[in-house]
């Protein structure tokens, strides 16, 4: 590196991880539930002692108006650039990063393995991106030690279910939609509110109910709701009014989008 950038400074979200991030669809222009994700942005980055910055909302709309009508954005806002040390003086002006792609809906079914997640699990009130450092060492670690053959990691610590690795999980069981309460766990803004409109109850969610659950379902807000085909090995359920459920009460919403959009 030429000396005189190594005297500017580099980014701090790339020396020491302090960065927060939110993704989510921009949809015709709105957003679901934008203040939840600034609430959540907020307090990550309040945790490094920086505040949120101005303008967010304008700005990603308007990175995400020049990509298409329905675009997946990731805004990162890290400790910006700063000179050697683990303890800056004072933040100064903070780095904002705003990345947008069309959505595009999954092709492949999803399929699941359960594994026990190699590092212990800690409760998460915000998107650190730190956080999917981790996520990155854990999976190697279990790819090399052969519990992974192509499918994606359900994360289970302690015989209870956590999250899949970039999104939280939904587990239909008894005639009723349930999400775990466990260590570790994200609270996702769909998931969030899936909670506080009845459409979901949160639990402890055993491992055991993977050998008898009908459906699961991962869900962020990119996919909103993605039926899991397989956890394990076993077929599960990937359409009927079991989803309708879900779909009901995301209806009508801003920024949601059309069920076919998403599956």
């Known amino acids: 590196m030429p000396e ?3 005297q500017a400074g580099i980014d701090r979200g790339l020396t020491y991880a302090e960065a ?3 993704t989510f669809r921009v ?3 709105q957003v679901f539930r934008w203040q939840a994700h600034m609430d959540r942005l907020s307090a990550g980055l309040d945790t490094f002692g920086m505040a949120l910055p101005d303008g967010l909302e304008k700005r990603c709309l308007s990175v995400a108006a020049a990509s298409g009508p329905d675009v997946l954005v990731r805004l990162t806002v890290s400790g910006g650039p700063a000179a050697w040390g683990l303890m800056p003086p004072a ?3 903070p780095g904002v990063y705003i990345q947008a792609v ?3 809906p999954r092709q492949s079914p999803v399929r699941l393995r359960s594994v026990n997640w190699p590092f212990p699990m800690r409760r998460k009130e915000a998107k650190y991106t730190a956080d999917y450092a981790e996520a990155l060492r854990a999976l190697r670690t279990l790819q090399q030690g052969g519990q992974l053959f192509g499918e994606e990691a359900l994360v289970c ?3 209870r279910i956590c999250s899949g690795t970039t999104a939280n999980v939904l587990i239909y069981r008894e005639g009723s939609w349930w999400t775990p309460d466990s260590e570790g766990v994200l609270s996702g803004i769909i998931r969030g509110y899936l909670i506080q409109e009845q459409g979901v109850s949160e639990e402890g969610c ?3 109910w993977l050998k008898d659950c009908e459906a699961l379902a991962l869900t962020n807000s990119g996919c909103f709701i993605q039926p899991v085909s397989t956890i394990d090995g076993r077929e ?3 359409q009927g009014a079991i989803y309708d459920d879900l779909w009901r009460v995301l209806a009508g919403q801003p920024g949601v989008p059309e069920r076919d959009a998403c599956n």
């Open 20 to 22: 927060c991030f939110e």
């Open 236 to 238: 599960l359920a990937t």
């Open 27 to 29: 949809i015709l222009g």
């Open 157 to 159: 610590d302690q015989g």
């Open 102 to 104: 069309p959505y595009r």
């Open 4 to 6: 005189n950038d190594a």
């Open 91 to 93: 933040y100064r002006q």
């Open 206 to 208: 055993p491992r055991t």
